[in-house]
Structures are given as structure tokens and as C-alpha cells.
């Protein structure tokens, strides 16, 4: 239910603006009650930054899962494979419907004002996941965070600009290792 709800919801946002879409529409769009939807959604915003619930806890899992790799060895891994996947969580996808989304996403200073509350999520798990309940840890989770949404802004943007995922595979690899060798010069405890 959650998926069909946001898949109408942005679907219309996409079409016509998201300030310019109301709940009640939505709601008709997806063919359940306002009561019902807010139950899902307990704000406009979540309509769309629903896709991102999938990936509040995804760094956290890629520490937990490491094996014998330091956090920030299987974080660089994690990103570099996603970047060569071209994922869209790393900004490096130019099919259509990303960049639309992204357009929506970065376009609309209420979604990205919700999108804060997701990263401060996702920091705390990341935190959780290196374990230690410290500020050293949360200070660390920030920054690797930061970097990768930095690294994922600048390929949206450059995609945004009409280059293709392609082409920028090798200078989005480049800046994502000169990014993790930064990190791990400075957070050494867990590189």
C-alpha cells in the first residue's frame, strides 16, 4: 500500500508541481480516503521521501555486514559498486525517471528540508552500527554521510547539466576515492 500511495503521489508531483497537488488529490489519485493516506503518510513530504526509508539504515547495514574490513573500507566499496551500478543513490543514473525525481527532490525546498530528518536517521544508525554510543562516533557517521551525499549531489548535477552516467563513471570513481582517502586520513579509528 505505502508504495502505491507514493508512486501516485509523485507521479501527480511530477506532472504538475508539488506545491501545486493537494492531499485529497493524491488520495483520489490512489483511490483511498485522506484518513487512510495520512495513516500512511503522515505528512505531504512523506509522499515522496518515502524512497529514502530504504536507505535510512543502509550504511549501518554495509558496517554490520563488513566482514573483515574496516567501516570505512566496506563504506568506500559500498559506494564505488553503487557508483559502477550506476544507483541512483549516488547521483551517477541518467535514466529519466531519476532525474525527474531529483528534480522534484532538489526543486522542492520543503522536500529537502524533509530529507534532513532521513540523514539525521541515517547518521544515528550509522553511529549505532560502528559501535560506540559516542560523540566520536556520531561526529565520524556525519562526516562519511556528508561525503557521500556531497559526491552523490555533484554527479546529479553534472548529469543534470547533460552529462551521461557513463562518461562520468571514471571522474566520479576519482572523486569518491580522493573523498574516502580524506575520511580515513581523519577518522583513522575507523578506517
Do not use: C
Not at 56 to 61: G, L, S, T
Not at 112 to 121: F, N
Not at 147 to 157: F, S, T, Y
Amino acid at each position: 500500500m505505502y508504495a502505491a500511495i507514493s508512486e501516485a503521489a509523485i507521479a501527480l508531483f511530477l506532472e504538475r508541481g508539488f506545491d501545486k497537488v493537494s492531499v485529497a488529490e493524491v488520495a483520489a489519485a490512489a483511490e483511498v480516503s485522506k484518513p487512510t493516506l495520512f495513516r500512511y503518510f503522515p505528512a505531504k513530504e512523506d509522499l515522496v521521501l518515502h524512497r529514502f526509508a530504504d536507505h535510512e539504515d543502509e550504511a549501518a547495514r554495509v558496517v554490520a555486514a563488513r566482514g573483515d574490513r574496516s567501516p570505512l573500507r566496506a563504506l568506500r566499496d559500498h559506494f564505488l559498486a553503487g557508483l559502477d551500478r550506476h544507483d541512483p543513490v549516488t547521483g551517477l543514473s541518467d535514466h529519466p525517471a531519476v532525474l525527474a525525481f531529483h528534480r522534484l527532490l532538489y526543486g522542492t525546498p520543503s522536500l529537502v528540508g524533509g530529507l534532513y530528518a532521513y540523514q539525521e536517521r541515517a547518521e544515528a544508525a550509522l553511529a549505532d552500527a560502528l559501535g560506540e554510543a559516542s560523540l566520536d562516533a556520531r561526529l565520524a557517521a556525519a562526516q562519511i554521510l556528508a561525503a557521500q551525499r556531497v559526491l552523490a549531489l555533484e554527479n546529479w548535477r553534472r548529469i543534470a547539466a547533460g552529462e551521461t552516467a557513463a562518461a562520468l563513471l571514471p571522474r566520479a570513481r576519482d572523486e569518491a576515492e580522493r573523498a574516502f582517502d580524506h575520511l580515513g586520513a581523519g577518522l583513522t579509528r575507523y578506517a
